[in-house]
């Protein structure tokens, strides 16, 4: 004789929360955006800037397009900034304005321009060069040269950054930055991407 058969109650034990657990993370590495690293090769727009090069980073996810230009792509990348990383440039930016650098403000802040030309101060960078597939952006000063380039490739969005150093200083500069670059830059495109819905919701 079985009880809760009679009583009508279904033969089934309680989840194991481990196992629920399991599923769960099992569910979200299916769903979550693959971000690998990649050579800044002969098809990406900074790809001639590589000679004498000292620092160089790609990485590239694959997404829906849905019709977004290099501009769209870079504002959306720079709404997803979480709100620590902008209180460690504000920490960078108090440090380096003693030493002379200059404030380069929040990386958040991206004014709403449809068409910037080059020269033009857009957040952080100035523009070098922007079209519907690819914008290149850039910090120069003194110490070192830093391009930015977020490109279209297909549906593939692609950010590669080449920086070469002018001097003693700023490759001091870069031995904390590297890594943290290419720590941070991958993670911001992880979860630009994971806004992204299905193509043509922009």
Request: aromatic letters at 4%; proline letters at 7%.
């Given at each position: 004789?079985?009880?809760?058969?009679?009583?009508?109650?279904?033969?089934?034990?309680?989840?194991d929360p481990?196992?629920?657990?399991?599923?769960?993370?099992?569910?979200?590495?299916?769903?979550?955006?693959?971000?690998?690293?990649?050579?800044?090769?002969?098809?990406?727009?900074?790809?001639?800037?590589?000679?004498?090069?000292?620092?160089?980073?790609?990485?590239?996810?694959?997404?829906?397009?849905?019709?977004?230009?290099?501009?769209?792509?870079?504002?959306?990348?720079?709404?997803?900034?979480?709100?620590?990383?902008?209180?460690?440039?504000?920490?960078?930016?108090?440090?380096?304005?003693?030493l002379g650098?200059?404030?380069?403000?929040?990386?958040?802040?991206?004014?709403?321009?449809?068409?910037?030309?080059?020269?033009?101060?857009?957040?952080?960078?100035?523009?070098?060069?922007?079209?519907?597939?690819?914008?290149?952006?850039?910090?120069?000063?003194?110490?070192?040269?830093?391009?930015?380039?977020?490109?279209?490739?297909?549906?593939?969005?692609?950010?590669?950054?080449?920086?070469?150093?002018?001097?003693?200083?700023?490759?001091?500069?870069?031995?904390?930055v590297a890594?943290?670059?290419?720590?941070?830059?991958?993670?911001?495109?992880?979860?630009?991407?994971?806004?992204?819905?299905?193509?043509?919701?922009?």
């Amino acid at each position: 004789m079985v009880p809760h058969r009679q009583a009508g109650l279904p033969l089934r034990h309680p989840e194991d929360p481990a196992l629920g657990r399991q599923r769960r993370a099992g569910a979200q590495a299916v769903s979550a955006p693959v971000v690998r690293g990649v050579p800044v090769d002969a098809g990406n727009v900074l790809h001639a800037q590589l000679p004498g090069a000292d620092f160089v980073h790609a990485c590239r996810a694959t997404v829906p397009r849905g019709g977004r230009s290099a501009l769209q792509a870079y504002k959306d990348m720079a709404s997803t900034v979480p709100g620590w990383f902008d209180g460690l440039m504000a920490v960078r930016n108090g440090g380096m304005r003693l030493l002379g650098m200059k404030d380069l403000g929040s990386l958040r802040a991206v004014q709403d321009a449809a068409d910037p030309m080059p020269g033009q101060r857009l957040g952080i960078f100035t523009v070098q060069r922007c079209t519907r597939e690819a914008i290149v952006l850039e910090d120069d000063d003194r110490h070192l040269h830093v391009q930015l380039a977020l490109q279209w490739r297909g549906d593939a969005l692609e950010i590669a950054t080449v920086v070469h150093t002018h001097n003693a200083f700023g490759r001091l500069y870069m031995l904390p930055v590297a890594p943290v670059h290419r720590m941070i830059v991958p993670h911001l495109l992880r979860r630009q991407v994971c806004g992204y819905g299905a193509p043509g919701d922009r």
